[in-house]
Nanobody, 124 residues
Framework: QVQLVESGGGLVQAGGSLRLSCAAS????????MGWFRQAPGKEREFVAH????????YYADSVQGRFTISRDNAKNTVYLQMNSLKPEDTAVYYC?????????????????WGQGTQVTVSS
């Protein structure tokens, strides 16, 4: 069992920045890769970013490449999502999740523990 708690969401103007945090507990944090997903109203949950267990490999959705950065601190059992140059289309509930394995890191079906989500709203 893994418990995940996201924080750091809020309201920001377009062009601004936010940093999301996801604190994990329940299993050895460094033993699993992590991902961030988001879901806007009326839309399906979509992949945002993925980070390997040690943090050496990262992957991003095309829509956030160059603006968002995923990182992790295994000593603090926390994964982060630094979001810069935010756009109104980034508005969504953001979720962190534990990757259960496999190469389909961009699929929500490859993740088996999820946080409750944190709301990010970007105003124009």
């Amino acid at each position: 069992q893994v418990q995940l708690v996201e924080s750091g969401g809020g309201l920001v103007q377009a062009g601004g920045s936010l940093r999301l945090s996801c604190a994990a507990s329940g299993r050895t944090f460094s033993s699993y890769a992590m991902g961030w997903f988001r879901q806007a109203p009326g839309k399906e949950r979509e992949f945002v970013a993925h980070i390997s267990r040690g943090g050496g490999r990262t992957y991003y959705a095309d829509s956030v490449q160059g603006r968002f950065t995923i990182s992790r601190d295994n000593a603090k059992n926390t994964v982060y999502l630094q979001m810069n140059s935010l756009k109104p289309e980034d508005t969504a509930v953001y979720y962190c999740a534990v990757h259960s394995g496999g190469s389909f890191y961009y699929s929500s079906a490859s993740y088996d523990y999820w946080g409750q989500g944190t709301q990010v709203t970007v105003s124009s």
